[in-house]
């Protein structure tokens, strides 16, 4: 994947609680918005292939709860992670 590196402007106390959460969680900042802009961008069109694959306007997902292993954000970000590679080949 090619990179780009990018200006925005972005109020000054939001970006510093953002730099702080980043931190807190062991993440790159660039990472971290990078894979809440790729959540952004993709959930839309999951839900799209999701209602299609349905055949219907409501879907219903089945799938037996787990136990979480580690934080809840390690667990969000591999679940993530997993999808993105299967959307993306």
Do not use: Q
């Amino acid at each position: 994947m090619v990179k780009v590196k990018t200006s925005i402007y972005i109020d000054k106390e939001v970006w510093e609680k953002f730099k702080m959460y980043a931190a807190r969680e062991g993440v790159e900042i660039s990472s971290l918005l990078e894979e809440i802009i790729m959540n952004e961008v993709m959930d839309p069109f999951l839900d799209k292939a999701l209602l299609e694959a349905a055949g219907s306007e409501d879907y219903v997902l089945d799938f037996e709860p787990v136990e979480a292993k580690g934080t809840v954000s390690e667990l969000v970000r591999a679940v993530r992670d997993e999808r993105a590679k299967d959307l993306l080949g």
